[in-house]
C-alpha cells in the first residue's frame, strides 16, 4: 500500500465514481503499455540482430516518413510535456508521480523506435505480425485517456493529446498495411530473382532513387486524386471517349483478379467438396487486405467524435469567457481535425472502392470461365435467364458485401462511443433513448427476415424475367411471324407483376426501416432531455449542442443500419446462388499422354475397359467407344433416354456418314465425344484434336474473318483455299468490307446456307484431327452441296483428317467409307456403302429413284473438271443489303451528350405519378419543418433555462418537444410510403412501356440492335430503376429540404448570413458543373460498355460447345476481359472522379465548420450529382421509347375466316432491306391460284425467304403490290394479316413451357386434335415416349433434337388450319424417309389450302403444282416441274442434275 500511496497519493486506485482514475490511465493505459511496447521492440531487436544480410531491406521515402519523421515529431511532443512538468516543478507545483513514470515512458518509447529504425533488420522489428497486432490493441487502449483529456477545459493539452493519439494510430496503420505490401511484393519478386541478381548494384540504387521520387508524387496525387483533373479538363470542353480514361492500374486487371479468387476458389472446393461456399473464397483472396482497411474505419469512425468533443470544450471557454487564444486554438483545432478525417474518409472509400472493383472483376471472369468449361448437360440446371443474372445482377449484389460487412460493426461501435460520450453529457438519461433503440431491435430484426424471404423471391422471379426476354429476344423475329408478340409480352408482364409483387413487399418494409430508424435520432432526443430535466439537471448549451452534434453523429449510423442489413442479406442469398453454379462440375474428361488424346469415363474402373486395348489398335482409331451410356440430365425426373453405344470404333483418316430417322441420336453421338453429356457408364476415347459444326451453327459477332479464324493465325493461301472450297469467295468478293464484312449476332446478315457454309470454313480453316460436321448440307441447295462435298469434305484440305457427318444427303452417304446407323439412342448397324445397300436398313426411297433419275437426266457430255461443277454462286442483295446493315450494326452504342436534360426527371416523375411527386414534396417539407421546429424549441427552452426567466414548467416544454417528435414521425412515415409507391409505380410504368415499344418494332430494329444492349435495358437499367435510383433520390430530396430549412433557420437568426450564400454558392456552382460535365459522361460510358459484356456472355452461353471442340476458351476468355477491363477503367475513372470531389467538399466543409449549410450544400451536391448519375438509366430506357413502330393500324378490318380462298399475287414488287442499298426482290410478279401448291427454289441466298418476308410484311415493301385474296395487306393490321397465316419458319422454335402451350398457347383445339396433328407429322411416337403433352419444353426446345422440332412446328401449323401456309426449309434436318412421308402428308390434309414451300430438296418440290425458280431475286422462271425437267437447259433442270449426280 505504501507504493500505492507513493504512485497514487490522495487518489484511488481504479475508480473514481464516474470513471477510470488518472493514476490508474497513466499507470495501466499509459506506462503499462509503453513498457510492453519498448520489450516487444528490444526483444525483436536482440532475437534479429545476428540476420541473413540477403533479408535485409532498404528504406522507402514513404517508410522513411512514417519510422523516423513521425515518430520523431511524437517524440517531440513528449518531451514537451516533459518539459511542461519541469517547469511546473520550478515554479513550485507538485506533480503527482505516475504522471513523471507516463511521461518518461512515452517519450522512450518514441526514441526506442527511432533508435531501432536505424537498424539494417528494422524490417523483421517493425513489421513482424505481434507487434503488428499489439499495436492495434495499443491504440483502443489509449482511448480512455484521449477521452479525460477532452473533458477538461484545457486547450492545448485537448490538442496535444489528440495529435499523441493519432501520431500513434497512423504509425499502426502504416506498419500493418506496409507489412501485407511488402510481403505481397516480396511474393511477386520471387519469379524475377534471377534477373535481379544479374542487375548491377549502382543501377539499383539509381533506379531506387529515381522510384522513391516518384512514388512520393504519385502518393500525393493518390492522396488528392488529381490523376482525374486531366479527364475533367477534357469533359468541360468535349465528349468523353474510352480513350480519355485513367490507365487501370495493374491490380485492377481483369486476369489477375480471375487468378486470384480462381486459385481460392479451387482451394475451397478441394477442401469442402460437398459444400464449397463462395464467401469464404472471398474472404481468402481479399480478406487480409478487406479486414487491415477496416483498421483506417476504426481511425475514421474514432476521429468523427472528436468534433462533438471539440464543440464541448468550445462552448464551454465561451461561456467561461476565456482567453481569446484557446477559443482561436480549439477552433482551428476543429476545422484541422476535420480536414484530416476528410482526407482519412476519402482514402477509405478510395482503397474499399478498389477491392469491390478486384471482387467484381473477379467474379464476373470466373462466372463467365464456369460457362466455358461446364458442359451442356451440367448447366441444363440452370435457365439461360438465370445464368444471365449471376453476371447481372448477382455480382453487383456480392460486391456490395464489401460496403455491408464492415458497416456491420462499424456502425454499432459508432453507436456505442455516441452513447459512451452521451453518458459524460446528460449520465445516466441517455439509458431512455438506448431503450428505444434496444426495443427496435427485434422489430427490425423480424423485418429482416421478412425482408431477405422477399428478396430471395424477387431474385427467382427476376431470374425467369430475364430469361423470358432474351427468349423473346432471341426469336423476335419468328414470334412476329406467329403473330406471338402479345402472347410473348403477356408472359413476361405477368412474370414482371410476380417480380414486383415481392419488390413491393420489400420496398414497403423498407419504408417502415427507414420510418423506425429516421424517427429514432428524434424520440431519442425526445427522451434523453425530457429524462434528464425531470431528473433534476438544468439544459445549457454546451450540453444541449454537444448531444445534438452527437444525435447528428448517430442519425448516419442509425439511417443506414437497415440498409446495411438488407445489403448484407441481399449479397449473402447471391453468393449461395453463385456458389451452387460455380460447384457444378466441368467437363468429365482427362488427357492422356500425348496431350492429344481425351478420355472421358463416368468412373476411375471405367477405364480399364481401355487397358486391354492393343496400342496400335488405339493408335488407328480417332474414336473408341466401350459400352458407354449417355444423358442430358442426371435429374430422375428428366432421364427419359439414356443413350447407349456398346463397342462402336471410328477408325482415323475417313469420311464416316452417321445416318437415322429424326430422333435418333445423331447429335448426340456427337456431342458425347465432346463431352457435352452426362457419362453415367463406360468410357469414350478420342485422339487428335477436334473441330466442329452444330446443327443450327454458331456464328460469331464480327468480322466473316474473326468467324473463320477462330483465334488461330492467319495463313492466307490457306484462307483463300478455304473460301473457294466453301463456296464463299463470291460471297464475300460483293460484301461490303469484303471478308473483314461485319456479322451482326447470330449471323443475322446471312442466309442460312451462308452461315453454315461459314461455320464449315471455320472447321476445315483449324485442319483438326477429327472434324465433326452436324447436318451441314441441309442448309443449302443441291448445287452448292455438290461442290462443298467434292472441294470441302472430300478435297485435298482434308486429306487424312477423320470427318464424321450426320447426315441425311444421298450424295454424302455414297461417298462415305463408313456408315453408323443410329436407332433410338443406339448404334444399329456398322459398315461400308456397298454393304449398307444391301443392309435391312437401306431404307432411303429416293435412292434407287435418284439412280435412274440421274440417269436419264444426265447430259450427253459428262462434267468431270471442277470448275465446270463450280456453282455460279451470286448472293442475292438481301446478303449484300445486310453486310452493309452490319456496318452500321458496330457502330459505337448511341449516348446522349451534355446534362441530364430537364425532360428525364419529368418523365420519371410521370411515371411515378405527379399526385405522388406532390404528396412526396409535401411531406418532405413538413418533414424538415417539424424537425427545424423542434430544434427552435429546444434552443427556446435553453435560453429561457440559461436566462433564468423560465415561464412555463418543465413538463410543458416536454410535450411541446414531444408533439414536434410525435408529428415528425408520422410525415416521416408518409413520405417513407408514399416514396416507396412511387418508386414502385415508376418501375412498374417504365418496364410497361419499354415493353411495349420493343413489341410494336420493326424486325430490322432487333437485327441493328444486338440482344445484349437490350438486354442491358431490361436488367440492368431496369435494376437500377427499381431499387438505385429512388433511394439516392430519396436522400437527394431530404438534402435538399433539409438544405432550405437551415438557410431559413439561419436567415431569420442573423440576416447577414444570406451574404454568406452568394460566394459558397458561387463556387459550389462551378464545382458542380466542373465535376457534372465529367461525371455524366462516365456514367454514360459505365453504361455503354456493360453492354458488350452481356452481348459477349449471351453469345458465349449460345456457342460454349462450339467453342470447347475447338480448345479456344482461353482465345474466348481473353476476349471476354479486354470487356471487363474497358469496364473496370470507366468505373475507376468514375469513382477517382467521385472522390475528387468529396474531398474537395469535405475540406471546405472543415474550413467553414462554423456554417453548418456548407455541410448541407456539399451533400446537396454530392446527393444531385448522383442522382443525375442514376438518372442515366432513365435516360437510356428513354432512348427505346422513340424507337420505329411497326404499322399497327390498317383500312381494312378482316373477316375471321380470312383469307376463304388463298388466291396470291404479286404485282412487280420490289424489296429492298435499307433504301439506299440494292433491290432484294426486282420487280417480282407472279399468281398463286387457291389451293395450288408451289415450290421456291434457287441457289443458297437467291432471295427465296425475301418472298416470305414480304408476304408477312416483315420488311416493309418499297414498289409494287402484293393481294390475298384480293386485299391489298398493306392495308391490313399488320398483325391481323400474321394471325391469318401460317408458317413453319426455316429455324425450328419452341419456348420455354408446356408442350400443349407450344402447339397451341390460345387453348383453341382439343387434345384429339393435337395428338392427330402429331401422328401426321409422325412424332406422335416421341411424344409420347416424352411424356405426353404436359412435358416442360426446356429453352429453345433442346428436349427434342432439330428434326423434331421441325415436325412440331409443322404440327402447329396444321393445327392452326389457315388457307395459307409456308413452309421454309421445314424437312431440312429430317431424314429423306421422313421428308417424303411429310411430303405426302401435306399433299393430301393441306388439300384446298395456298402451300409455298422454299426447299434445297427438289424431291420435295417434284409433286408440286408450281415451280419457281429465283436467282439474284428475279423470278427467272416458273412452271410445272414435269414440264421444267424436261427442258435440259432451264435452271430447275440444272437443280436435278446437281441434286443426284
Not at 451470286?874 to 430537364?902: F, M, N, Y
Not at 420505329?1188 to 375466316?1201: A, I, K, R, V, Y
Amino acid at each position: 500500500m505504501g507504493f500505492l500511496n507513493f504512485i497514487c497519493p490522495n487518489s484511488p486506485t481504479v475508480w473514481d465514481g464516474n470513471s477510470f482514475s488518472k493514476c490508474f490511465e497513466n499507470m495501466v493505459f499509459g506506462f503499462g503499455v509503453n513498457v510492453v511496447t519498448i520489450v516487444m521492440i528490444v526483444t525483436l531487436g536482440l532475437q534479429n540482430k545476428n540476420v541473413r544480410r540477403n533479408q535485409i531491406s532498404r528504406m522507402h521515402i514513404l517508410e522513411k516518413v512514417f519510422l523516423l519523421f513521425l515518430p520523431a515529431l511524437a517524440a517531440c511532443l513528449s518531451f514537451y510535456d516533459i518539459f511542461y512538468l519541469l517547469k511546473a516543478v520550478l515554479q513550485g507545483h507538485t506533480i503527482v508521480h505516475h504522471e513523471w513514470f507516463f511521461r518518461w515512458s512515452q517519450f522512450m518509447s518514441w526514441m526506442t523506435i527511432l533508435l531501432f529504425s536505424k537498424c539494417e533488420y528494422w524490417s523483421l522489428i517493425f513489421f513482424n505480425r505481434v507487434l503488428c497486432f499489439w499495436w492495434i490493441a495499443k491504440s483502443f487502449l489509449e482511448i480512455p485517456r484521449l477521452q479525460t483529456s477532452f473533458l477538461s477545459l484545457e486547450a492545448i493539452r485537448c490538442i496535444k493529446e489528440s495529435c499523441s493519439f493519432v501520431a500513434g494510430v497512423t504509425f499502426g496503420v502504416f506498419i500493418n498495411v506496409a507489412r501485407i505490401i511488402r510481403g505481397s511484393t516480396e511474393k511477386r519478386k520471387l519469379g524475377s530473382l534471377e534477373d535481379a541478381l544479374l542487375s548491377d548494384g549502382k543501377d539499383l540504387e539509381e533506379n531506387h532513387i529515381r522510384d522513391s521520387d516518384r512514388t512520393v508524387h504519385s502518393y500525393w496525387h493518390l492522396l488528392t486524386f488529381k490523376s482525374i483533373n486531366s479527364v475533367m479538363d477534357l469533359g468541360v470542353t468535349k465528349q468523353l471517349d474510352f480513350e480519355d480514361l485513367i490507365q487501370l492500374p495493374h491490380e485492377l486487371n481483369p486476369s489477375h483478379c480471375h487468378s486470384t479468387l480462381l486459385r481460392c476458389w479451387a482451394a475451397e472446393e478441394t477442401k469442402y467438396c460437398t459444400d464449397p461456399s463462395l464467401f469464404r473464397a472471398i474472404c481468402y483472396a481479399y480478406g487480409w487486405p478487406y479486414m487491415f482497411l477496416g483498421l483506417l474505419k476504426v481511425l475514421n469512425d474514432l476521429i468523427s467524435f472528436v468534433g462533438p468533443l471539440l464543440l464541448n470544450a468550445l462552448i464551454r471557454f465561451l461561456q467561461q469567457g476565456s482567453g481569446h487564444f484557446d477559443g482561436y486554438l480549439l477552433a482551428i483545432s476543429l476545422g484541422l481535425t476535420s480536414t484530416f478525417k476528410s482526407f482519412l474518409d476519402t482514402q477509405y472509400s478510395f482503397h474499399l472502392a478498389k477491392i469491390k472493383l478486384k471482387l467484381r472483376s473477379s467474379i464476373m471472369t470466373v462466372v463467365y470461365r464456369k460457362c466455358l468449361y461446364v458442359s451442356l448437360a451440367n448447366r441444363s440446371k440452370f435457365s439461360e435467364g438465370e445464368v444471365q443474372t449471376f453476371m447481372s445482377i448477382d455480382a453487383d449484389r456480392t460486391v456490395n458485401l464489401c460496403n455491408s460487412f464492415h458497416d456491420m460493426w462499424s456502425l454499432p461501435l459508432q453507436i456505442v462511443v455516441a452513447l459512451y460520450l452521451l453518458y459524460t453529457q446528460v449520465k445516466f438519461a441517455f439509458l431512455a433513448g438506448l431503450t428505444i433503440t434496444i426495443l427496435l431491435i427485434p422489430v427490425n430484426k423480424w423485418i429482416s427476415t421478412l425482408i431477405a424471404s422477399a428478396t430471395e423471391k424477387m431474385m427467382k422471379q427476376k431470374d425467369e424475367r430475364i430469361k423470358r426476354a432474351g427468349e423473346f429476344l432471341t426469336y423476335i423475329r419468328t414470334l412476329k411471324m406467329y403473330s406471338w408478340e402479345l402472347l410473348f409480352a403477356n408472359r413476361l408482364i405477368e412474370t414482371r407483376a410476380s417480380e414486383v409483387k415481392h419488390l413491393s413487399t420489400r420496398k414497403y418494409l423498407d419504408a417502415w426501416c427507414v420510418f423506425f430508424w429516421a424517427t429514432t435520432p428524434t424520440l431519442f432526443s425526445l427522451s434523453t432531455f425530457g429524462l434528464f430535466t425531470l431528473m433534476g439537471h438544468p439544459l445549457d448549451a454546451a450540453t444541449v449542442f454537444t448531444c445534438v452534434a452527437l444525435f447528428n453523429t448517430l442519425i448516419s449510423p442509425l439511417n443506414a443500419f437497415p440498409w446495411v442489413i438488407n445489403g448484407l442479406i441481399d449479397a449473402i442469398i447471391s453468393t449461395r446462388r453463385l456458389s451452387r453454379f460455380l460447384s457444378c462440375s466441368e467437363l468429365n474428361s482427362q488427357m492422356l499422354p500425348p496431350s492429344d488424346e481425351l478420355l472421358h469415363e463416368a468412373d476411375p474402373s471405367s477405364s480399364c475397359l481401355l487397358k486391354g486395348q492393343d496400342e496400335a489398335f488405339l493408335e488407328n482409331m480417332a474414336v473408341v467407344f466401350r459400352d458407354a451410356h449417355c444423358v442430358w440430365s442426371n435429374n430422375s425426373e428428366e432421364q427419359s433416354t439414356v443413350f447407349k453405344w456398346k463397342t462402336l470404333d471410328l477408325p482415323k483418316g475417313i469420311l464416316i456418314a452417321v445416318v437415322g430417322e429424326v430422333g435418333s441420336g445423331k447429335s448426340s453421338l456427337l456431342n458425347s465425344i465432346l463431352g457435352e453429356m452426362l457419362l453415367v457408364h463406360g468410357s469414350i476415347y478420342s485422339r487428335g484434336s477436334i473441330a466442329y459444326v452444330s446443327q443450327v451453327p454458331w456464328i460469331l459477332s464480327g468480322t466473316i474473318r474473326d468467324n473463320i479464324l477462330f483465334g488461330k493465325d492467319y495463313d492466307a493461301k490457306r484462307y483463300a483455299d478455304v473460301l473457294q472450297a466453301c463456296a464463299l469467295d463470291v460471297d464475300i468478293s460483293l460484301m461490303v468490307g469484303g471478308d473483314l464484312s461485319y456479322i451482326g449476332e447470330k449471323g443475322l446478315n446471312l442466309s442460312g446456307g451462308q452461315r453454315a457454309r461459314l461455320a464449315l470454313a471455320r472447321a476445315i480453316y483449324h485442319g483438326a484431327d477429327v472434324c465433326m460436321l452436324d447436318d451441314v448440307l441441309s442448309a443449302v441447295d443441291a448445287q452448292v452441296a455438290r461442290w462443298i462435298l467434292r472441294n470441302a469434305i472430300l478435297g485435298h484440305l482434308m486429306d487424312q483428317k477423320t470427318q464424321i457427318l450426320c447426315t441425311h444427303n444421298v450424295q454424302a452417304i455414297s461417298s462415305a467409307d463408313m456408315i453408323v446407323v443410329m436407332d433410338r439412342g443406339h448404334v444399329k448397324w456398322t459398315g461400308s456403302f456397298a454393304d449398307f445397300s444391301e443392309s435391312p436398313y437401306a431404307t432411303i426411297p429416293s435412292m434407287e429413284d435418284s439412280k435412274i433419275s440421274s440417269q436419264s437426266l444426265r447430259p450427253k457430255n459428262s462434267i468431270n473438271s471442277s470448275s465446270e461443277l463450280r456453282p455460279n454462286l451470286i448472293p442475292e442483295e438481301d446478303c449484300i443489303t445486310l453486310s452493309e446493315e452490319a456496318q452500321e450494326a458496330i457502330e459505337i452504342e448511341l449516348r446522349k451528350e451534355g446534362t441530364v436534360e430537364l425532360g428525364v426527371y419529368k418523365s420519371y416523375a410521370t411515371f411515378s405519378s405527379w399526385k405522388i411527386v406532390i404528396v412526396i414534396s409535401l411531406s418532405a417539407i413538413l418533414m424538415q419543418a417539424s424537425r427545424n421546429g423542434n430544434d427552435l424549441w429546444l434552443s427556446y427552452w435553453v435560453d429561457s433555462t440559461g436566462s433564468h426567466r423560465t415561464m412555463y414548467s418543465t413538463g410543458f416544454y416536454l410535450v411541446i418537444l414531444c408533439i414536434f417528435s410525435v408529428a415528425n414521425s408520422l410525415i416521416t412515415l408518409a413520405r417513407a410510403f408514399s416514396f416507396a409507391f412511387g418508386g414502385l409505380r415508376a418501375a412498374v410504368q417504365v418496364h410497361t412501356k419499354l415493353l411495349n415499344k420493343l413489341i410494336n418494332a420493326p424486325v430490322i430494329f432487333f437485327d441493328q440492335n444486338p440482344s445484349g444492349r437490350i438486354l442491358n435495358r431490361l436488367s440492368s437499367d431496369l435494376y437500377t430503376i427499381d431499387d438505385s435510383l429512388p433511394f439516392i433520390l430519396n436522400i437527394l430530396l431530404a438534402n435538399f429540404f433539409s438544405l432550405v430549412g437551415i438557410a431559413i433557420v439561419l436567415s431569420y437568426a442573423q440576416i447577414l448570413f444570406l451574404l454568406l450564400l452568394l460566394p459558397f454558392g458561387y463556387i459550389y456552382k462551378k464545382l458542380q458543373f466542373y465535376y457534372r460535365s465529367t461525371s455524366r459522361e462516365l456514367r454514360r460510358l459505365d453504361s455503354v460498355s456493360r453492354s458488350p459484356i452481356y452481348a459477349s456472355f449471351t453469345e458465349t452461353l449460345d456457342g460454349s460447345s462450339t467453342i470447347r471442340a475447338f480448345n479456344a476458351k482461353e482465345y474466348f476468355f481473353t476476349r471476354f476481359t479486354e470487356h471487363i477491363a474497358l469496364y473496370q477503367q470507366t468505373s475507376y475513372s468514375e469513382i477517382i472522379a467521385s472522390l475528387w470531389l468529396s474531398l474537395r467538399l469535405q475540406v471546405g466543409l472543415a474550413l467553414s465548420y462554423a456554417s453548418p449549410i456548407v455541410s448541407l450544400m456539399s451533400n446537396f451536391l454530392t446527393s444531385y450529382t448522383e442522382t443525375e448519375k442514376e438518372m442515366v438509366s432513365i435516360e437510356r430506357v428513354l432512348q427505346y421509347m422513340d424507337i420505329p413502330q411497326e404499322e399497327l393500324c390498317g383500312c381494312n378490318s378482316l373477316h375471321p375466316d380470312w383469307p376463304t380462298q388463298g388466291y396470291i399475287k404479286f404485282e412487280h414488287v420490289t424489296l429492298r432491306y435499307r433504301p439506299s442499298l440494292p433491290a432484294a426482290l426486282h420487280d417480282v410478279s407472279f399468281n398463286i391460284a387457291a389451293g395450288m401448291q408451289v415450290g421456291i427454289v434457287g441457289r443458297t441466298g437467291a432471295g427465296k425467304s425475301s418472298v416470305i418476308n414480304a408476304l408477312f410484311r416483315l420488311t416493309p415493301i418499297c414498289g409494287g403490290q402484293i393481294l390475298v385474296d384480293g386485299v391489298n395487306i398493306a392495308d391490313v393490321a399488320v398483325r391481323d394479316l400474321r394471325s391469318h397465316l401460317s408458317v413453319v419458319p426455316q429455324s425450328p422454335f419452341l419456348f420455354d413451357g408446356p408442350l400443349r402451350d407450344n402447339l397451341d398457347p390460345f387453348g383453341e383445339k382439343s387434345d384429339i386434335k393435337i395428338w392427330e396433328a402429331l401422328e401426321k407429322c409422325h412424332v406422335k411416337e416421341e411424344v409420347e415416349a416424352a411424356g405426353g403433352l404436359d412435358i416442360h419444353v426446356k429453352e429453345a426446345g433442346i428436349s427434342f433434337s432439330v428434326g423434331q422440332r421441325q415436325l412440331i412446328c409443322l404440327a402447329r401449323a396444321l393445327l392452326k388450319s389457315s388457307k395459307i401456309l409456308c413452309l421454309d426449309e421445314c424437312t431440312a434436318n429430317v431424314d429423306t424417309r421422313t421428308a417424303s412421308i411429310l411430303q405426302n402428308t401435306i399433299s393430301s390434309e393441306c388439300k384446298g389450302m395456298t402451300v409455298i414451300t422454299i426447299a434445297h430438296r427438289i424431291s420435295v418440290v417434284m409433286k408440286m403444282d408450281n415451280v419457281m425458280v429465283l436467282d439474284h431475286g428475279i423470278l427467272v422462271e416458273q412452271g410445272r416441274p414435269e414440264v421444267l425437267l424436261q427442258n435440259e437447259f432451264s435452271r430447275f433442270s440444272s437443280f436435278a442434275k446437281a441434286s443426284t449426280m
